[in-house]
């Protein structure tokens, strides 16, 4: 039988647990509503795929008059969807794979070795950073017909590696300067190389900054509009973010066409994002306990 | 790592990849670029290349709307960096734990980063669109009706909407870095400042603050290059309108490639912004620097 | 390190591998072959690819149209295979410009005629069609008068386009709105701030304009422009006699301040765009706008509301009693225009041609009046049962019209000059700058552009 005192003392106990999840309530609601003021603008534009494009000046706040599931049909047919969804997936992946591998490799020789022209080549690479597309346009097209590349896709991969190393060799660099350097000396004691220490150190411990660095890498080129419409020649090579060019006329747009598209557009890059950021998680938390 | 007699030879194989094509499709086009911002020319393949030496230079430098660019490029950065900075740090706080639906409140946040910038573009001038647009109407409801200003079509108050919009964009990026740097602090000194005594507030200011400092650099960094190249965002938003309010360096170079015709303006407007980003750059880099030695 | 170390070699295997796999796939393989042929073609029908830039995108009124001449000219000629390369008119714009820098135009794209694209010709990159114009006469005659001449440049002797777009501007009304206020749409400027007056006490806006959109200014100046100056006097723009301070090209500007001021526009107009002032029509919040000939299609099309075209009615921009010599001058014109690229030989240059009669002959206008509910510069013998009302109407009161001219700014050579025409255009339109001081600013970026 129990006694009173820790009948007494089960009951605080459990009034504690309680309070504290309450005193926490706030705090939750609180995050919940900051997070839905925040993605507010992109609840509207799904609520906007579902009007007509008459209705979308008319009735601004509300729901749809009525529920038009076929604007996502149509959406799927004018901006071609199913079919340029396989070139943006082909570009933007080996993208993502190359331009990750390569900065990598590079961050890790900058990063963990000691060398004045290292540093150098380092501040080389950050130079990239501050130039303006728009600025080397024509100059990347005289070169792209002189290579007679125009009607394949390498040459606007290659494009993207080239603007997209010098941001993630900055990141990594500084990711990578701050990893610790006991298991390096374990590989080297061991007898290992470079590449060795590479893929048995390096590259485990960076996979948070490889996930986020791969999220950010597949974003850029997935909305990329410019290089995609003066890099890709054939029409049924074009990217998804092409597709949506489809939806503008002379001097009007169909705008609920386009709020379907750009949510049918959308839906892959919140997969990559969740499934990547799975692996940030995890590659976090690996980190953090290690250290 | 100094132990390992690594060659120069295999170094090289590992910064080879990266080099070759940052060097070929990236510094061989720039290089040919700030040629060009000597010369001028019409745009046409075979015609001819004038040389006008500073010319180019002279003229941006004489002219009203460049100057109006670069403030309000310096605005936006000042903007970005305040809202951004400080937001960005306290969201990475807030979501640095391991509640359940965290991660769906991080994507959230992280969801306006997901978007290009045409959708952008289309969804907040339909929020902002006037007399009942979403915003304008809101407003209106809650009586503050008076409040409302042509939010993107006014010279005043253009530039400022602007900002905001682009914080809303940036914020998740620099929330995401941040929470990178927060959660590489091992768990063993904050408990040992806990067991010193550290309330809550002494133990962000002191040990949290001084431990990110490296991702600090990056987000500061990043938003100094990111805010001088601003483009799509402000090309789809206003062009750099009305009346040149929200006009920027890139949206200048821009049109003097595009609209005007004039490459060897647009390509001397780049080598102004290169100079400028890499001399911020290099301030910001030793700003931050110099804090690790004073800290 | 003095084993072999395979794992280095792997890296450097994998990143050839890598840009093999970038060099080799990437494409795709449709079956598309493409030949340029030099001109010493004896084969008739050898295979030849067409790139064609177009702005006729599926949400273009024309694009459905457009899409179904080319499909039928593919099956007529089966050798020849037609890249499209169709984006809206910025990105096009863009795009062009890219590839005349880098000597890489299409065979077959659309230009606007104006004075900048006179460069196209200047620099030889488009060819003069006045002899394949003269050889078929079914098809110079097709075109409606005057047409063919806004493809000639100043300076140059031959017509080097095909129009297919054609224009003319004036006001849309909605009748019943008209109707409840008690006005009769006006004939002159007096008559319209009257029956802007009356619309306002009954309580209805007046006019709708995107004011937020440059070239709805610039529109409205030119049509201003033209009724007070009749449209030989843009010539004078380009010959820089007349300069922007002048006070012929100053009163447009202070016209467009009198509407303004008239309270013609609801008070968001500054920051409505195009979409927006079609909608406030549409949505019967506003009783007429200026606009062009394109308006019908969207008051009649798709997306309106239904049965709303029926109310809609036209009547031609008012004019100035003091200037009525001018009252039929129109701004109105040739716009999308069919260019050939001189790069293009042989056989391919024969079906560019064969191509680009094809789009602007009587057959094509039919069809693409007919689903765009628009006009064009073929004449067409339409079925007004297709076409609707309201396209018969507009083509009737241009009848009326004695002198068509197209954007001030086609007139304006400089670049620089024209893109600032537009903004300052916009500016008075807001009331952000005097008339005098645009003019002003105008007239220093002439300057500084010679």
């Not at chain 2, 960096?81 to 979501?95: D, E, K």
């Not at chain 3, 073609?41 to 064609?52: D, N, Q």
């Not at chain 3, 509407?259 to 002032?277: I, M, P, Q, R």
């Amino acid at each position: 039988m129990m006694s009173t005192i820790t009948r007494y003392n089960r009951a605080a106990v459990l009034s504690d647990r309680t309070r504290k999840k309450w005193r926490k309530a706030p705090f939750y609601i609180g995050t919940s509503l900051l997070a839905i003021a925040f993605i507010y603008p992109l609840i509207y534009t799904l609520l906007t795929s579902f009007k007509t494009n008459n209705e979308i000046f008319s009735n601004y706040f509300g729901l749809p008059e009525s529920w038009r599931f076929e604007n996502y049909a149509h959406a799927w047919v004018k901006g071609k969807i199913g079919a340029y969804f396989m070139n943006s997936v082909y570009i933007c992946t080996i993208y993502v794979v190359l331009v990750l591998l390569f900065s990598s490799m590079a961050s890790f020789v900058l990063a963990r070795l000691r060398g004045k022209w290292l540093t150098a080549v380092f501040y080389f690479f950050v130079a990239g950073m501050m130039i303006p597309v728009h600025a080397i346009l024509i100059p990347l097209a005289q070169t792209s017909m002189s290579l007679g590349l125009s009607d394949q896709y390498s040459f606007l991969i290659g494009i993207y590696i080239a603007s997209g190393v010098p941001y993630m060799i900055f990141i990594m660099y500084g990711f990578m300067k701050g990893l610790p350097r006991e298991l390096e000396e374990a590989v080297i004691i061991d007898g290992g190389g470079l590449w060795t220490i590479y893929r048995k150190v390096l590259l485990p411990l960076s996979r948070p900054v490889l996930a986020t660095m791969g999220i950010l890498g597949f974003l850029s080129t997935w909305n990329d509009l410019i290089l995609a419409l003066l890099f890709i020649k054939k029409s049924d090579m074009w990217t998804l973010s092409l597709g949506l060019l489809n939806f503008s006329g002379f001097y009007t747009t169909d705008y609920v066409g386009l709020c379907a598209a750009i949510v049918l557009v959308n839906i892959p890059t919140i997969i990559v994002y969740i499934s990547l950021q799975e692996y940030v998680e995890k590659g976090l938390t690996a980190g953090a306990v290690k250290g | 790592m100094e132990r390992l007699n690594a060659r120069y030879g295999q170094i090289l194989l590992y910064l080879l990849p990266a080099l070759l094509f940052y060097t070929a499709l990236l510094v061989y086009p720039v290089i040919k670029s700030f040629y060009l911002a000597a010369f001028k020319w019409n745009g046409f393949a075979g015609s001819a290349m004038t040389f006008v030496g500073f010319d180019n230079f002279r003229f941006i430098f004489e002219d009203a709307i460049f100057w109006k660019s670069l403030q309000n490029v310096m605005m936006i950065m000042a903007g970005s960096i305040l809202i951004q900075i400080p937001a960005g740090l306290f969201l990475a706080l807030l979501l640095n734990g391991k509640w359940r639906g965290i991660r769906v409140v991080k994507a959230a946040f992280f969801m306006p980063v997901i978007m290009s910038a045409t959708s952008i573009a289309l969804l907040w001038k339909f929020i902002l669109y006037p007399g009942d647009g979403l915003l304008d109407g809101f407003l209106t409801r809650l009586g503050m009706g008076d409040v409302i200003q042509a939010w993107l079509a006014d010279p005043d108050i253009a530039l400022f909407t602007v900002i905001l919009i682009c914080c809303w964009q940036g914020i998740g990026v620099v929330m995401i870095i941040f929470l990178s740097g927060l959660v590489a602090i091992p768990d063993a000194i904050k408990e040992a400042a806990r067991i010193d005594g550290a309330n809550r507030r002494q133990l962000l200011w002191y040990v949290t603050l001084p431990l990110i400092r490296e991702v600090t650099a990056i987000n500061v960094i990043l938003l100094v290059i990111g805010t001088l190249k601003i483009f799509d965002n402000i090309y789809v938003l206003t062009n750099g309108g009305p009346l040149n309010a929200t006009e920027v360096l890139g949206t200048y170079l821009y049109s003097e490639a595009f609209s005007n015709n004039r490459f060897g303006m647009a390509s001397a407007t780049a080598v102004v912004m290169f100079v400028i980003g890499f001399v911020l750059t290099l301030i910001a880099n030793r700003a931050m620097k110099r804090e690790a030695y004073e800290g | 390190m003095k084993k072999v170390d395979w794992g280095k070699s792997k890296v450097i295997v994998a990143v050839l591998l890598a840009m093999l796999a970038l060099t080799a796939c990437g494409s795709n393989n449709e079956g598309t072959v493409s030949t340029t042929s030099p001109a010493t073609s004896e084969a008739p029908k050898e295979k030849v690819t067409l790139r064609v830039a177009t702005a006729y995108t599926p949400d273009h009124p024309f694009g459905p149209a457009i899409d179904q001449i080319l499909t039928e000219f593919t099956a007529q000629h089966p050798e020849v295979t037609i890249e499209k390369e169709f984006l809206p008119v910025a990105d096009l714009d863009k795009k062009l410009t890219v590839d005349r820098a880098t000597d890489n135009l299409p065979e077959v794209f659309v230009i606007f005629p104006g004075a900048s694209t006179a460069d196209y010709a200047k620099e030889n990159k488009i060819i003069d069609l006045t002899e394949y114009l003269n050889s078929d006469t079914d098809w110079k005659d097709g075109f409606i008068s005057g047409a063919l001449d806004s493809l000639r440049f100043d300076g140059l002797t031959g017509i080097y386009g095909a129009p297919l777009g054609a224009y003319s501007t004036g006001f849309y009304y909605n009748k019943e709105l008209f109707q409840t206020a008690g006005v009769e749409p006006p004939k002159t400027w007096d008559e319209l701030l009257a029956v802007i007056d009356k619309l306002k006490a009954a309580n209805v806006t007046p006019m709708a304009i995107g004011a937020s959109e440059s070239w709805r200014a610039e529109h409205l100046y030119t049509a201003l422009f033209y009724k007070w100056n009749g449209t030989e006097k843009a010539k004078q723009i380009l010959s820089r006699e007349l300069p922007y301070s002048s006070p012929e090209a100053i009163e447009p500007f202070k016209r467009m301040v009198q509407l303004v001021d008239a309270g013609a526009f609801d008070k968001k107009y500054v920051a409505l765009n195009y979409a927006g002032e079609v909608a406030d029509f549409n949505n019967e919040k506003a009783a007429m706008r200026f606009s062009g000939s394109w308006a019908v299609g969207e008051s009649t099309g798709p997306n309106s509301p239904e049965g709303f075209g029926d109310k809609v009615g036209f009547f031609p921009f008012p004019y100035f009693t003091e200037k009525e010599e001018h009252k039929d001058s129109w701004m109105g014109g040739v716009s999308d225009s069919f260019a050939i690229s001189t790069k293009a030989q042989g056989h391919q240059k024969d079906m560019a041609i064969e191509l680009v009669k094809t789009l602007t002959s009587p057959a094509s206008s039919k069809i693409i009046i007919e689903s765009a509910h628009d006009l064009t510069a073929v004449k067409a013998e339409v079925d007004p049962e297709r076409s609707g009302k309201l396209i018969a109407e507009v083509s009737k009161a241009m009848g009326t019209g004695k002198e068509f001219a197209g954007d001030v700014s086609a007139f304006e050579p400089a670049k620089a000059v024209n893109s600032k025409l537009y903004d300052l255009t916009q500016a008075v339109l807001v009331k952000g700058v005097t008339p005098e001081a645009a003019v002003k600013q105008l007239d220093a970026e002439v300057a500084k552009s010679q």
